[in-house]
């Protein structure tokens, strides 16, 4: 049975576009929240937490809703248009990502602290790692002639896998990191189960947003 996105009922079309509206703006006011909260340049600690909030709530968020069918702030462009500006955000998110985590490594250093002993710090390094190994991988996704020899299909759907994992460990590494004793020093109660609310509904969304547009696939393949 086939069914587009277009035959889809107009509920579940209708809450896709509200929550993808509300997840780009979610993504933005987190990142600014946090930017105001670090007060980026203030110290070499406070570029850590602006770069890895900008990175992966905001620069990676947006690349993956380029791509939704419902709230992508650039629809009328080609697939293989938003494939150039989708790589060009991971690039991004993977040069923020490592400022970021150069900068906390080196506070560390200069303040004779202990190197990724918190799972923060440790989900934070590995995500790191696969997010630019995972933007190296799509080059031949969008230089189709280093594919040969590969199924496209299949290198797209493992792509969009690994990306969603990706997506999640960024998301758990923002919600260990509002733990810290910097976060929960600077904010508490109500505002600090808004703040981690932030990332696991942009988490949802994306999950979605993923998860549907395979089954959609799948569907028009029966």
Same mark, same amino acid.
């Not at 040969?148 to 994992?165: C, Q």
């Not at 600090?192 to 969304?205: E, K, M």
């Given at each position: 049975?086939?069914?587009?996105?277009?035959?889809?009922?107009?509920?579940?079309?209708?809450?896709?576009?509200?929550?993808?509206?509300?997840?780009?703006?979610?993504?933005?006011?987190?990142?600014?929240?946090?930017?105001?909260?670090?007060?980026?340049?203030?110290?070499?600690?406070?570029?850590?937490?602006?770069?890895?909030? &900008?990175?992966? $709530?905001?620069?990676?968020?947006?690349?993956? %809703?380029?791509?939704? *069918? /419902?709230?992508?702030?650039?629809?009328? #462009?080609?697939?293989?248009?938003?494939?150039?500006?989708?790589?060009?955000?991971?690039?991004?998110?993977?040069?923020?990502?490592? &400022?970021?985590? $150069?900068?906390?490594s080196y506070n560390k250093y %200069?303040?004779?602290? *202990? /190197?990724?002993?918190?799972?923060?710090? #440790?989900?934070?390094?590995?995500?790191?790692?696969?997010?630019?190994?995972?933007?190296?991988?799509?080059?031949?996704l969008i230089y189709i002639k280093?594919?040969?020899?590969?199924?496209?299909?299949?290198?797209?759907?493992?792509?969009?896998?690994?990306?969603?994992?990706?997506?999640?460990?960024?998301?758990?590494?923002?919600?260990?990191?509002?733990?810290?004793?910097?976060?929960?020093?600077?904010?508490?109660?109500?505002?600090?189960?808004?703040?981690?609310?932030?990332?696991?509904?942009?988490?949802?969304?994306?999950?979605?947003?993923?998860?549907?547009?395979?089954?959609?696939?799948?569907?028009?393949?029966?």
């Open positions: 049975m086939t069914q587009s996105v277009q035959s889809e009922p107009w509920f579940y079309a209708f809450t896709r576009i509200l929550f993808g509206s509300i997840t780009h703006f979610i993504a933005a006011g987190f990142t600014v929240f946090i930017a105001v909260l670090a007060r980026p340049g203030s110290s070499l600690f406070s570029w850590h937490p602006f770069l890895m909030t &900008l990175a992966f $709530s905001l620069l990676m968020t947006e690349a993956v %809703l380029l791509f939704s *069918p /419902h709230s992508s702030p650039v629809r009328k #462009l080609s697939h293989k248009t938003k494939g150039r500006l989708h790589w060009v955000l991971q690039c991004l998110c993977v040069t923020c990502a490592c &400022l970021g985590l $150069s900068a906390i %200069l303040n004779d602290k *202990p /190197h990724f002993t918190s799972w923060h710090g #440790l989900v934070g390094i590995v995500t790191v790692g696969i997010v630019g190994v995972q933007s190296l991988a799509a080059v031949p280093l594919a040969k020899g590969w199924s496209l299909a299949k290198m797209k759907r493992y792509h969009a896998v690994t990306g969603l994992l990706t997506y999640l460990l960024g998301s758990g590494s923002l919600v260990l990191g509002l733990w810290s004793a910097w976060f929960t020093g600077s904010v508490n109660g109500h505002a600090w189960y808004l703040a981690v609310l932030c990332p696991c509904l942009s988490a949802l969304v994306i999950m979605s947003q993923v998860t549907s547009a395979y089954l959609a696939k799948k569907q028009m393949q029966s």
